[in-house]
């Protein structure tokens, strides 16, 4: 069964550093999600992106945070410089169509800024 | 305004037994979907109801929405110890991002 996958698994960065965050989404899918969990909290919607641009963002994804899709199969989110408070779970997730289809997410990257 | 929000905030339970969780929620939605998250993995997705369902069943899994009370309740039968994992609701309007609530820990003992 196709699967969304991230890379790395866990990264750890010195806080003002830049990281970038690798999706893979779903070959058919065409909506892409960043989210992110920070430990204990509920998850919260960061980006959604489809047709080569941000179709919403929320007030989190400020003027540090960028999405793209470089090679019409990756998906990243990069950071620009870190902050400790960006330390979380990031999860990307996928949407074949819109209307409100099932979102499948990755196993997340584990962002540990110091 | 908070959306998608469960209880109980934890439910313990003997395998065996039925657990039922609860969700709430505050505007109109096209979907509810509930998720399970075992500690520190990423997100599996378990059930969507539109929002012109009332009851939708997937194995040992049964949901109910009620949209005139904004409700929406899972309920796991003859749970086993791997059920133990939080569950997530999440709702989406037409736009479709998920809005998640905080989550119910569910722990299932042998």
């Known amino acids: 069964e196709p699967e969304v996958t991230q890379t790395p698994s866990h990264q750890v960065t010195q806080m003002g550093q830049e990281v970038i965050l690798r999706c893979v989404p779903i070959s058919n899918h065409l909506y892409f999600y960043w989210y992110r969990q920070i430990l204990g909290q509920k998850v919260e919607f960061l980006v959604s992106f489809y047709n080569n641009e941000i179709s919403e963002k929320s007030e989190i994804f400020d003027d540090q945070f960028s999405v793209e899709r470089p090679d019409g199969s990756n998906f990243t989110l990069k950071i620009r410089s870190t902050k400790l408070e960006d330390s979380a779970m990031y999860f990307c997730?996928?949407?074949?169509?819109?209307?409100?289809?099932?979102?499948?997410f990755g196993p997340g990257t584990r962002l540990l800024v110091l | 305004s908070q959306q998608g929000e469960e209880d109980p905030q934890a439910l313990s339970i003997q395998e065996g037994e039925n657990a039922t969780m609860n969700c709430s929620y505050k505007?109109?939605?096209?979907?509810l979907q509930w998720y399970r998250q075992n500690s520190g993995r990423g997100l599996v997705h378990l059930i969507l109801i539109r929002s012109n369902e009332r009851e939708k069943h997937s194995g040992r899994l049964r949901v109910t929405l009620d949209t005139s009370k904004k409700s929406s309740s899972l309920l796991i039968t003859a749970s086993r110890a791997a059920d133990t994992a939080s569950y997530f609701c999440a709702t989406d309007k037409a736009n479709s991002k998920l809005t998640f609530g905080k989550g119910i820990t569910l722990s299932v003992r042998p």
């Open positions: 997730a996928t949407l074949r169509e819109t209307a409100g289809g099932t979102q499948y």
């Open positions: 505007t109109s939605i096209n979907n």
